[in-house]
């Protein structure tokens, strides 16, 4: 059975600073997902991971994956108010690709 | 709008009566999910479709729930004889290889 843990669970941090968040996962996974969710609102697509050393960048938001210490990194670089949000890491399992979600991480940037 | 749209966004219902929620995926995916989130959680997987097929079903999935897919075009996710432990929201995803959200159905159970 997959299990994906997120840390930290809350991060409040100021504009302009760098930080990173952390995904493990304990099996294999075929494919690693960022999303980012805003009160009350659905998940949005951040990136798709697909093998070991993929990096992806969007923006402030860079994401990394590494298969072989089951470890995907989301770090966002001089953060904006705007990136205040929750973010979750999903790996997907078997053919069905179905998601197991980390618990979260609430994101504060505060100006 | 070719996103992936769920109706009703609220629903709020009595204990012990039926609702059902509809899902219409983004039109050339295959793939269908249905999730659960409660308050400061992640979602959690409840069942999976490939085309008409019911194909994976999570134990969370208890008797009271029912879904389907006829044709292979849009859900529908029946729960019966609702519990206030129900109330979430769900989520319904669709995908070709990546996975897209609609924007939920919130219930609450009174």
């Known amino acids: 059975e997959l299990k994906v843990e997120q840390n930290p669970l809350f991060l409040s941090m100021q504009e302009g600073k760098n930080y990173t968040i952390y995904c493990n996962y304990s099996t294999t996974s075929d494919r690693l997902y960022w999303y980012r969710q805003d009160p009350g609102k659905s998940l949005e697509s951040l990136f798709v991971l697909l093998s070991n050393g993929a990096v992806k960048q969007e923006g402030r938001l860079m994401a990394s994956l590494d298969t072989k210490a089951r470890l995907s990194t989301l770090h966002i670089t001089a953060a904006v108010h705007d990136l205040s949000a929750t ?6 399992y078997n053919a069905g ?3 197991t979600f980390g618990g979260g991480t609430r994101l504060m940037v505060k100006p | 709008d070719t996103g992936v749209s769920q109706n009703p966004r609220h629903k709020i219902t009595k204990r012990g009566q039926n609702v059902t929620f509809r899902c219409d ?6 793939r269908l999910y249905w999730y659960r989130q409660t308050l400061g959680q992640g979602p959690e997987f409840l069942t999976y479709f490939q085309n008409e097929a019911q194909l994976e079903k999570s ?3 208890s008797d009271r729930f029912s879904a389907e897919r006829p044709k292979g075009s849009f859900s529908t996710l029946e729960i019966q ?7 979430a929201m769900y989520l319904c995803a669709s995908s070709f290889v990546e996975a897209f959200f609609g924007q939920g159905t919130r219930l609450t159970v009174v």
Not at chain 1, 87 to 92: L, P
Not at chain 2, 81 to 87: K, L, M, N, Y
């Open chain 1, 87 to 92: 973010y979750f890491c999903a790996g997907a």
């Open chain 1, 97 to 99: 690709n179905m998601l």
């Open chain 2, 25 to 30: 995926p983004i039109s050339e995916h295959n």
């Open chain 2, 59 to 61: 134990r969370l999935l």
């Open chain 2, 81 to 87: 004889r609702t519990e206030q432990g129900d109330s």
